[in-house]
């Protein structure tokens, strides 16, 4: 078991956020998490990659409310509950977030490099993971130079991707990454997607587009409110019509 979470609650001052989410994911898997907006997805994201902890509110600089968490995350077999967002990144449980983030004022380049931080520049590891990311995204080679800032959505969100995995991901936790595309532009990112999932990394998607992630998951949650509603691949989840329109959208 690559990963395995047990029971995770979190809670913003009395508000519940999550309530006993049990999941796992498998070595070599593409895995899915789906549900409405508001279900908690991105924020059992956070909790797993030690984000949620020290998570601010920039408009007044200071901690958002308590936040309580309870339950066990486990990577690899080793509990990762308490270690920071950087010692879990080191193990390889890396998280690309939601809305891109570029380091805006950066070439394309650069911020490639950034993700980097575990490795020596010009090292031949390091070569060789360039030249991966470039064949999984060969327009950012082209665009090495560019000012990131200057991006299309859809090239910034390969970007974010692409900066993840200099991360060497064991497991990549990939939030949202088709919120605002085009649909024609959706589709090439999640091809490239599926690619990053066949070169042997494994892949944990939160996603709205559920079609989309149905057409590509090895396993899929569905979370509502909070909870975990329903689990199983794709066949099977689409053959419960309550599912389907009741959390779906199908």
Wanted: aromatic share 6%.
């Amino acid at each position: 078991m690559l990963l395995e979470v047990k029971d995770l609650s979190v809670s913003y001052d009395m508000a519940t956020i999550l309530s006993g989410i049990s999941i796992n994911v498998q070595d070599g898997e593409l895995v899915g998490l789906v549900g409405p907006n508001g279900a908690g997805k991105t924020t059992l994201l956070r909790a797993i990659t030690g984000l949620v902890k020290w998570e601010k509110d920039n408009r007044r600089g200071q901690r958002m409310g308590k936040i309580t968490l309870e339950g066990q995350v486990s990577f690899m077999g080793e509990q990762i509950s308490n270690l920071s967002a950087d010692q879990i990144a080191r193990r390889g449980l890396v998280h690309c977030p939601e809305r891109r983030r570029p380091f805006k004022e950066m070439s394309v380049y650069e911020n490639i490099l950034a993700g980097a931080y575990l490795l020596k520049k010009n090292s031949p590891e390091f070569k060789r993971l360039l030249e991966e990311v470039y064949s999984l995204f060969p327009i950012l080679k082209d665009r090495g130079r560019q000012i990131s800032a200057t991006l299309s959505g859809g090239e910034q969100q390969m970007l974010a991707i692409a900066r993840s995995l200099m991360g060497k991901p064991k497991l990549l936790c990939i939030d949202e990454p088709s919120v605002g595309l085009a649909p024609i532009v959706k589709r090439e990112l999640f091809e490239r997607i599926a690619a990053v999932a066949r070169s042997g990394i494994t892949v944990l998607l939160v996603e709205q587009d559920v079609a989309m992630t149905f057409a590509m998951s090895n396993r899929n949650y569905v979370l509502s409110h909070g909870r975990l509603v329903s689990e199983g691949t794709s066949e099977v989840l689409l053959q419960d019509e309550d599912l389907r329109k009741s959390y779906l959208g199908l």
